[in-house]
Every structure is written in structure tokens, then in C-alpha cells.
């Protein structure tokens, strides 16, 4: 089944085990889903052998007690990680998947951790109360959702609830670094999260309509329809408003006040996150080979820690250089306004993460009005002040962390606004231990406070730089591939490392890639001259060639497992016929980066090949460069394998031989 991308369309040949446990007396479905295919560059022990090991053990656990009654469908799908094919095919074709019902789906994105609930489909009131009352540890919140759209993939869960299923997402996402890698093995898995993995799916599968909001506070799964949601962020910022009138009325602010320290908020949030982006910079810019760690490093806390350091310091200075001018109050009601105004931002864009927002700047302005209004000790009212301080603790760092084990250093400038604000809302508790705003601080004391946290920003890279680096364990990823033209017996080597290690250098020398096969080359790339290998490599034949469609009939060779298609042209549809496994279209739009500008693939090709026709609108005469693919590179004369401080990279062309054969085409060719 093709998947849709930017200038690409991804077709496969899929195999599918799909079994099924009749219920006693079914009203409907309950679907268990996991991929047995790994990414090429691992053996994919989480990702995702760990699920598929949990299904099995959870398939004798039922079979060995009483009957369930709903039927239970067990689906080890095929392609996922080529594009969810397996799961496309299965929703399109197989009579199971078109029957619907509820879908739980099993994904890792890490080799530890607790197994987290990170998506779940629309109107999940009874999954979620399902969900927290059936399983022994309950870890997720519905703010998670939203995080994993910034990610740039997806899982089966995808195509499944477009088919009609209503379910929820499951993955363990700690040590990331190891994520689809050779690191990604059984020496690795965590047991723990193996257990926690088939614990839940078990539970779910014996415990088994409108949308709730749930997250993890002090042990607790909370869970409130939503419905609340809308309400909660208006009452919010009924609340915000609330504080910021007595406080007028006391003079402790006025409303110019009010909003310069309102908009000054910015500053913080965007040095923060310009902070946290500009230390990744550094970072590969010092040790190259992080650019292919995607951010996801092996021990990265030392660095997260800095970031967290470089935050304070930035909030921390943003309020004590403003404190005396604006005041407390109006930095504080500034402060809790971000947060509502956040709040009912998602109650509308993302409502599932309106509680991040909401709920702190709510606790937090009734915590300040009890101050303020209250005739208490003032040991008191810095007891009731800490409301929103607290609840903003149990949400914000931990969703930081979250954001930090699922995207790593590469996107660290998003955590960096989570605890930026955090610290906006933390940091007017510091005033009882400030000077007097009359009093004037010294310079020396208002050097101290970044100086300080500049020393151990410096620290603690140091000590990332020095507990971070490489070794057997905690590998070095590189990227090397094989290509050869089939034509000229021209082969070279290739790496998109920025600085090659050692043992790639015996392979690449320079960046000379003028005579690499045309339509190869896809960003800056090392270079190195190959021996030719024993392959007759790919043909594409010209079956039908009209105005605006491109038929070809395209084989692989001998031995290769996959084939990609790359044209100088722009196409807007694909599609592809691979006999008893039919017939696939897929709409394309836009244009493939760095690299010509379509691209087709077809993972699993069949030895007799595939028709694949393009529609290519008004274009007489289109380059064609045909890569047949074979996983590996023993095959090539003189390759010596990898120290075992290195690992594959997860770019998908490498550790691949590619063998090309290459085409202008015209009208009447």
C-alpha cells in the first residue's frame, strides 16, 4: 500500500499475520497491534519485538483463563517502518480490518521506560476510564498527543483509526539514542518495560463517547471530560483578572504596568529557547558526530541540565532586572497571564494540553488573591502563594523531561520553553529572600547571579562532554553506502557524516560527487572510490510514454530486496502493479529535498518486477535514475566490517549496495 509524502510515494510488498480468538458472545472488536519489521540499520528488539512478544504472551494468558466474550483479532503487521504499509493493506483489504472495533497499538521509541498511553483516537472518555482502572500502572497524559505531532513520523495507529477504529497508543520512549540502531537489541531491552508493555496490554484486553483530559499528579491518574476544558481556561482567566484588580487597587500595579511586564514575558521564552537551540549548535559544531545522533544522545544529562540552568538564569534575569521599574506584581500577574492566555489558546488548537497552562496559572492566581487578600502571617501567605508553583511543578517538568527522552537535544529549545515557563511562574516566590526594591543591589551582587550560572553552564557541558563520549557501549553512529553504476562499472563509496571517523576514511576522502549516478546525490556527501561488484543491476523498460503518464515495467536484479525510482521532474500521481498483489495509486505533492525533485520506492519487489506508472503533466523528456538496493556491504570487495564502537546511522540509504542504471526518456523512446 503506498504512503504519501513530499515528492515521494513509498510502495511494498506486505505480509501480514492476522489471527483471531473468538469471544463467547462478541458485540464487537478488540484489535492488538504490533509490526514484526525493523528498521534495516537494527534488530528492533523494542521496535518492536517487545510488543510483538507481549501479544503472544498475552495470547496464552487468555487462552489458559475463562473465555473472554468479545472477539479478540491480533494483527503483526508487515512495512511499517517503510511508510505503515502493513497496516494501509490491512484496513484496505483484509475483512477484519474493515469491521472497525477498538485498536490497542504497541510502539517503542527507546529501549526503557515506563510504557506509555501518548495518543489516543477522538472520543475517548471510555478508553481513558478503561485505561486508568484497568492497568496496574497507568503512565500518559492527554498532552502528549500534541507533542508527537511535532514529531516527523507516525505508527500504524495512523491508517488504523482512519479505517474506523477508536484505540489508544502505546511506546516506552527512555534511552532513545539506542532507537532504531544495532543498539536496538535484546541485550538492551529494559525488562521492566517489557513487563509494564504486556502487564498493560493484558489488563486493557480483559477490562474491555466523547473526549477526556488525564494526566499523572502525586501517583494519580486525573481524568475530566472534556467538556471542562473550555470552562476551566474562561475561569482561568477570570481568575488571572481577579488578582490583577486588588493588586491595582492596592497600588502594588497599574495597567501600563501591567502590560509592558506582560509583553516583556516574551523576552525570557525566546532567549530560553534560542539558548537551548544555539547549545545543540555548539555542541555538534565541537563533536561533529552528534549530527547524526538526531539529538538523541546516549548520556544526555549533563547537557539537559545546562539547559535548565541557562532558563533560570535567563527568568531569573529577566525579573530581577525588571522588578524594581515594573514591580512584583505586575511581573507576577504578567507571568500567570502567558500561562491563561496559553491555556485558552489550547482549549482551542490542542484542547488535550490545556491543562498544562490552565491549571497552574488557575491555582496559582487564587493562591496570590488568598495572599494578598487574607490576614495572615506571612509565613502563610507564602503558603498559600506556592499553590500554582506546585501545580505547575507537577506538569512542567515532567512534560520537559518527556519532551527531551521523545526529541531530543536537535528540538531542546522546546523543553526550554516548558521550563521557561515554569520558572515564570516560580520565580516572584523568590521575593520574600530579595533586597528591598529601594534598595539598590551592588555590582557586585548583580554580576554574581549570571556569572555563577555561566560557571556551571561551562560545568556541566564539560562533564557532558566527558560522560557523553564513545565506546563500545554507547556507539558512534556513521553512515557508508555502496554505489554503482551498472552501465560504466563505476563504483564509489559514500558517507553523509559530517566528520568521518577513522575507519570510515578508509572508504571517502573528499566531496567530489560528480560521478556519482545523476539523481543520487541528497546533501553534502564524503566520496571515495569503490571496486566494482558482480550485479547486473536494475532496467526500467518503457511500456507506454503519453503527454502527462510515464508506464514502465522496472526490475531489480538478482539478490535486491528493494528499488527506488528518482526523476528530474515533478510528478503529481504514482501508482504501482505488482500482479497478484494488485494495484496501488497514491496522489504526490510538492518535491523531495536536496535531491531530484520525485521519488518512487518499492520495498520488497518481487523477482519479476512491477509496473509503476507516473503522471508527469507536460514534460517531453524526463531523466530517470533506477537504484536497486541489497541490505549490507560484505558483498564488496575489500570491505573490512565496523569496529564495534560504531553503529549504523538511521539515514535509510546507508548500509545499503545500490547498483543504478540510469535514463533520459522521451516521447518516442
Known sequence: ????????????????????????????????????????????????????????????ALRGGPGLRNDIVLLVSDGEEDGVLGAEAFVREHPLGKAGGVLLNWEARGVSGPSLMFETSANNARLVETFTGAVPAPRGHSAMVELYRLLPNNTDFTPLTKGGFAGMNFAYIQRSSLYHTAGDSIANLNRGSLQHHGSNMLALVRALDHDVTYFRALGIMITYPDQLVWPLAVLTVVAVAGLALPARAKRSLSLPRLVAATASAVVPL?????????????????????????????????????????????????????????????????????????????????????????????????????????????WAQTVVAMLGPVTAAMLLPSLAGNVFDGMGLALGGVSALVLALFGLIVVPIAESSLPDLATRPKRATVLAVPLTALVLTAGLVAAGLVVDDFDADRRRRMHLAYVMDAATRTAHWVSADVDPAQWTKRYVSGHDTAALPPGYARGTLWTGQAPAIAAEGPRADVLAHSRDTLKLHVTAGKGARSVTLRLDQPMTHATASAGRFGSASVPVTGTRVGTWPSEIRFRGIPARGVQITVRIPGKERIGLTVIAETDGLTTVPGFVPRPPDLVAATREDGDLAAVTRSYTLTRDS
Open 1 to 60: 500500500m503506498p504512503v504519501p509524502r513530499r515528492g515521494l510515494a513509498t510502495f511494498g510488498q506486505v505480509d501480514n499475520i492476522v489471527g483471531r480468538l473468538r469471544g463467547t458472545d462478541s458485540t464487537g472488536t478488540v484489535l492488538i497491534a504490533a509490526h514484526y519489521d525493523s528498521a534495516a540499520m537494527g534488530p528492533g528488539a523494542s521496535d518492536d519485538g517487545a510488543a510483538v512478544a507481549s501479544m503472544l504472551e498475552t495470547v496464552r
Open 270 to 378: 525566546a532567549v530560553s529557547a534560542a539558548l537551548a537551540q544555539g547549545l545543540w549548535e555548539l555542541l555538534v559544531s565541537w563533536r561533529p558526530a552528534y549530527d547524526l545522533m538526531g539529538g538523541l544522545l546516549h548520556r544526555p544529562r549533563p547537557y539537559q541540565a545546562a539547559i535548565v540552568v541557562l532558563c533560570a538564569l535567563t527568568v531569573l534575569g529577566w525579573y530581577l532586572v525588571l522588578r524594581r521599574r515594573l514591580g512584583p506584581a505586575a511581573l507576577t500577574v504578567g507571568a500567570l497571564t502567558w500561562l491563561a492566555g496559553l491555556g485558552l489558546l489550547c482549549a482551542h488548537v490542542a484542547p488535550g494540553a490545556s491543562f498544562l497552562f490552565a491549571l497552574p496559572a488557575l491555582t496559582g492566581s487564587l493562591g496570590w488573591l488568598a495572599a494578598v487578600l487574607l490576614r495572615t502571617p506571612a
